[in-house]
């Protein structure tokens, strides 16, 4: 079989795990966030600080792609929520059916969340085009990684409903034009909402919280 088809049909198994999944958590009224940036650009961090600020007062859980170590699960566990690490086997990137076999081995740990964090495996190339059923992706991007990442990764950037900028505790030290990356995010994703945080200092962490928390909001209404 050609490449291409294999792909496609690749993809299209994915798709058909990727709606029973979002039909499973609309009943379940989880808001489900897929994470996808480079490798170390802070996707744990973030999760880590986001649990200190909101899990006295939602159901959180969270599911790790990584091709080794059980790492970052045992950080999220740390952190206070169930967690659980799904290995890829080599693979660059989740796919529909590794997160539903992963929560279904997880049972009642992973079910009925206000809000199920997804850590995709670390690169801005691969996950881009797996669906995993999730509410909406939100790829990061740190400002040691370089200010001119949007238009060399433009899928991610424009899939992607939320782009956060992180470690902006950093800017003093790097050389990162801001301005430049708003201004690249909102060519390739004008309707693309964007905030800046430093899970180290806290800044912007109320509005990352809060972003969340409005989209938890419109899925319980919806
Ligand atoms: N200065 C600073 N460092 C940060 C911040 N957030 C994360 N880091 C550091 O960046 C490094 C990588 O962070 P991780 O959260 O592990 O990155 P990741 O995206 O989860 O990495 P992978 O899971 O390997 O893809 C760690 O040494 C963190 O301490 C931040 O806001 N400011
Ligand atoms: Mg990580």
Not at 13 to 26: C, D, G, P, W
Not at 52 to 76: C, H, N, P, S, V
Not at 95 to 101: G, I, K, L
Request: hydrophobic content about 45%.
């Amino acid at each position: 079989m050609p490449e291409v088809d294999v792909k496609q049909k690749v993809l299209a198994a994915n798709q058909a795990a990727a709606a029973s999944l979002r039909e499973a958590f609309r009943a379940q009224k989880t808001l489900v966030v897929n994470l996808i940036s480079s490798p170390g650009s802070g996707k744990t961090t973030l999760l880590e600080a986001t649990v200190a600020r909101m899990k006295g007062r939602f159901r959180l859980g969270g599911l790790d792609g990584d091709i080794a170590t059980e790492r970052d699960a045992d950080r999220l566990r740390r952190a206070g929520i169930p967690a659980r690490q799904i290995l890829t086997g080599g693979a660059c990137h989740l796919d529909a059916r590794q997160v539903d076999a992963a929560l279904a081995e997880e049972g009642d740990r992973l079910r009925g969340l206000d809000v199920l964090f997804i850590e995709n495996v670390g690169n801005l190339i691969c996950p881009t085009g797996y669906d995993l059923g999730e509410d909406f992706k939100v790829v990061l991007l740190s400002t040691a990684e370089g200010d001119d990442k949007p238009f060399k990764y433009p899928a991610i950037f424009s899939k992607a409903s939320v782009t956060v900028l992180t470690k902006v505790d950093l800017l003093p030290h790097v050389d990162f034009d801001v301005a430049a990356v708003k201004s690249q995010v909102a060519t390739l994703n004008p309707a693309g909402r964007l905030v800046e945080v430093s899970a180290r200092t806290g800044a912007g962490m109320d509005d990352w919280c809060g972003l969340l928390e409005a989209e938890l909001g419109k899925k319980r209404a919806s």
